[in-house]
């Protein structure tokens, strides 16, 4: 593999008038796991869709794995593990049938990587693809993504339909096709999941990718929401008063508040009172960026 497994350079997308993806520089390594991170519509799957040559860029370029994404699309997607956000099958075949023949496709027997994947996501290959629920849908695309063990995975929102605890197995075996060597670049709007299996994120928003970061920044600046049930609940000032704490609402013996950054002060001072109960949660995705831009001034215009 080259330095570098993919490579983009001002790669854009028109639809007509309508911009799909502007200007989008990226780089992803060997043995790098790299987050694509955006609300719906900011444009990860047409950036997705123009690396496999699946739509052509209206201007920039794009190279997988050393190879140009549109004169050796062939080549490039012989070599990728990808799994599509809307991905189809032949639902009359059963799970091991479809994934046999896809298979077979690959120059290698990847009989024996399916059933240990399938093992391992619990997905039952006896049953037609039609019949299955879409979590198991979403276990059959997977383990076509990873049977053949490519260099390079590109993964467009891969953890839809599945539960936390396959969302936490998926997270296990992408970390281990990076720290064998291989590149992953994937997608998601899920700001936690990314913070937990990414070691880079690159953000866009309204087509434009407006940053690059490591995760333990991004982890700085996301923020979550926070509901605690207090014996002896203090003002809402007390809590105003935390750095990183803001949106405070006191009712009864409830405290909400959104937090952001370090969750050390807070938690020292709930810790003054009896906790009865306490909730942590990621904020939408969106609220997530109307606070990333305002901490760092990037409004659409300075972004782009």
Avoid at 38 to 52: D, Q
Avoid at 242 to 264: E, F, K, N, Q, W
Wanted: proline share 4%; net charge negative.
């Amino acid at each position: 593999m080259s330095d570098a497994a993919i490579v983009t350079r001002g790669l854009t997308k028109y639809y007509g008038e309508h911009p799909g993806a502007i200007d989008v520089d990226l780089d992803v390594r060997p043995g790098e796991v790299v987050g694509f991170l955006g609300p719906n519509g900011a444009g990860k799957s047409t950036t997705i869709k123009m690396l496999l040559d699946f739509i052509a860029p209206t201007s920039g370029t794009a190279t997988v794995a050393g190879l140009d994404c549109r004169r050796d699309s062939v080549e490039v997607r012989q070599r990728v593990g990808f799994l599509s956000s809307d991905v189809g099958y032949y639902e009359r075949l059963t799970a091991s049938d479809l994934l046999q023949w896809l298979g077979g496709f690959r120059a290698d027997d990847c009989g024996p990587a399916i059933e240990a994947l399938a093992a391992r996501l619990g997905l039952d290959l006896s049953r037609r693809v039609g019949d299955l629920s879409t979590g198991n849908r979403q276990k059959v695309g997977l383990i076509q993504a990873f049977m053949h063990e490519p260099d390079v995975f590109i993964l467009d929102e891969p953890t839809a339909g599945l539960d936390p605890l396959l969302r936490r197995e998926f997270e296990a075996m992408v970390r281990e096709q990076a720290d064998r060597g291989a590149a992953v670049f994937l997608s998601s709007h899920v700001i936690d999941e990314v913070e937990r299996s990414c070691d880079r994120v690159v953000i866009i928003k309204d087509a434009r990718v407006v940053a690059h970061e490591n995760v333990a920044d991004l982890t700085s600046r996301s923020m979550r929401e926070i509901t605690a049930r207090l014996t002896g609940l203090p003002a809402a000032a007390a809590f105003e008063a935390i750095a990183g704490v803001s949106d405070v609402a006191v009712d009864g013996d409830t405290v909400h508040l959104r937090l952001s950054g370090s969750p050390d002060a807070l938690l020292k001072k709930l810790a003054r009172h009896e906790v009865v109960d306490l909730v942590v949660a990621p904020v939408d995705l969106d609220e997530a960026f109307l606070h990333y831009y305002r901490d760092t001034g990037a409004g659409d215009d300075g972004a782009r």
